[in-house]
């Protein structure tokens, strides 16, 4: 059985930090490329970050950039995201989803999601 479990999320006053753990099991995790989402309420889906985890090329999009880092443990099947210097405007669910096209583009299974609220 595939599993995408996030952990990690938490309150945090601006300027702090969080760390989001993706734990993955139930596929082979080398050939996955997993990806970062957040929503926040009232607001579409956003792709944050995405690392492919067999070459480690990654991605973020420009609100996070300089801010958040991906990074991934192969021997530990598990994605993070460090999160510095938060905003009141990263509030939001996070979700971590796997893609076995590897390219950040496509996913086919997805987290349940935890939630950061940054407090201003």
């Known amino acids: 059985e595939v599993q995408l479990v996030e952990s990690g999320g938490g309150l945090v006053q601006a300027g702090g930090s969080l760390r989001l753990s993706c734990a993955a099991s139930?596929?082979?995790?080398?050939?996955?490329?997993i990806g970062w989402f957040r929503q926040a309420p009232g607001k579409e889906r956003e792709a944050v970050s995405c690392?492919?985890?067999?070459?480690?090329?990654?991605y973020y999009t420009d609100s996070v950039k300089g801010r958040f880092t991906i990074s991934s443990d192969n021997a530990k099947n598990t994605v993070y995201l460090q999160m510095n210097s938060l905003k009141p405007e990263d509030t939001a669910v996070y979700y971590c989803?796997?893609?076995?096209?590897?390219?950040?583009?496509?996913?086919?299974?997805w987290g349940q999601g935890t939630q950061v609220t940054v407090s201003s």
């Open positions: 989803a796997a893609d076995y096209s590897n390219s950040c583009l496509g996913y086919d299974y």
């Open positions: 139930g596929f082979t995790f080398d050939d996955y490329a």
């Open positions: 690392i492919s985890v067999g070459d480690g090329h990654t």
